[in-house]
């Protein structure tokens, strides 16, 4: 789907400096058996660019479990899954981490988990858990690609900020929107499947042909759009960026608090919630993984409250348990969706190509 991810809002977080960790631990080999016959220590993550965890975190779960963890990025979602279909069975980890539901129909049709019923799962909401029947993936994250807008701009030109949709093709809001391109971005096909759900089959396409007319600007993925075109974030106003609207995260404006030195007392961004598409990331154990007891074990780890409430402040995304908290910092400053705009997998599983092409044509040209 993509460029480099957050999730959830992973690409944010990857761009905004988070460290990421490429291993915690030991030297162990991933595998069932090591070379003198004694089970693997070593349990190997499978994951896109912008995976974040702190070192605390997976120390305990070593602790906890004896297992090691190695992170094996792959580049963004789309791309670190094209490698898992073409290793089906052969993969090149245990457990496989950042599959959302805008490729989760692909992922499943190509056969490349093992079913496993995590232990824990019966915390996690009801409504994120999209393989519930066969349990091939266990929900991690999740979180809402929305419109951002620059609270300066607004009160400077004494101009309501959108707040959906409909009003973002308002003369008023003529040539202030950047967004990413479809077929490059994870957040942009998210805008896309927004509207889709939105303004329905029929719909969507004249929706883009008014937007394109009143002015919207499409870069080739979030980096571009967020840090050098948006006037509201740290790097666009270094850049004078001259757009003051731009598709990102509902967990954007608490990122602009957490790394702003010194941290403001209030977020110089906000969202527009009617422009939400929500985004949940998912985890699966990989058929023909090696250490199968320690990708359980990891799957496991990845629903309970410790690692859950480490999730926003590294990868800037939602919890999916029920009784993890957020940080102060998401509750002050981020923002929850005033509607609710989701695709069912499997729809756009079948239509996801066609709809690119068809906005590609519409929009691009």
């Known amino acids: ?54 070192d605390a975190v997976l120390k305990e779960f070593t602790a906890q479990t004896g297992y090691t963890v190695k992170v094996l990025k792959s580049g963004d979602a789309g791309a670190a899954l094209n490698q898992e279909i073409l290793t089906k069975g052969s993969p090149r980890g245990d457990v496989f981490f950042g599959v959302d539901n805008t490729l989760l129909s692909r992922a499943l049709d190509n056969g490349i988990f093992t079913p496993y019923t995590a232990k824990g799962l019966d915390r996690v909401a009801a409504d994120v858990q999209l393989d519930k029947d066969k ?45 990413e391109n479809v077929a490059t971005s994870s957040p942009g096909l998210g805008f896309l499947l927004g509207s889709i ?88 154990l990989l058929k023909g993984a090696k250490n199968e007891a320690g990708g359980k074990a990891l799957l496991d780890f990845l629903i309970t409250k410790k690692f859950q409430e480490d999730m926003p402040l590294n990868m800037f995304v939602n919890p999916v348990v029920k009784d993890a908290a957020l940080p102060e910092v998401f509750t002050k400053f981020g923002a929850a969706s005033s509607e609710k705009h989701d695709v069912a997998p499997d729809k756009i599983s079948k239509n996801r190509e066609q709809w690119v092409k068809t906005w590609s044509s519409l929009v691009l040209k």
């Open 197 to 284: 759900a939105k303004y329905g089959d029929e719909g969507w396409q004249d929706y883009w042909k008014k937007l394109k007319a009143n002015g919207v600007k499409v870069d080739d993925g979030w980096e571009q759009a967020y840090n050098q075109d948006f006037s509201g974030s740290a790097g666009g106003k270094k850049a004078k960026a001259e757009r003051p609207l731009v598709v990102s995260y509902a967990s954007s404006p608490p990122a602009e608090v957490v790394y702003a030195k010194p941290q403001p007392t209030e977020a110089p961004t906000a969202v527009a919630t009617g422009t939400c598409f929500r985004q949940t990331e998912f985890a699966g």
């Open 135 to 179: 349990h091939r993936v266990t929900p991690i994250d999740s979180g809402d690609i929305c419109v951002n807008y620059d609270k300066k701009y607004f009160a400077d030109k004494k101009l309501t900020p959108p707040s959906s949709f409909d009003d973002l093709i308002k003369p008023e809001y003529k040539n202030l929107l950047v967004t």
């Open 1 to 54: 789907m993509s460029s480099t991810k957050k999730l959830a809002a992973s690409a944010l977080a990857a761009a905004l400096g988070v460290s990421t960790l490429a291993a915690c631990g030991g030297k162990s080999d991933s595998g069932s058996k090591s070379d003198g016959g004694t089970k693997s220590k070593t349990v190997t993550l499978v994951s896109h660019d912008s995976f974040a965890a702190s």
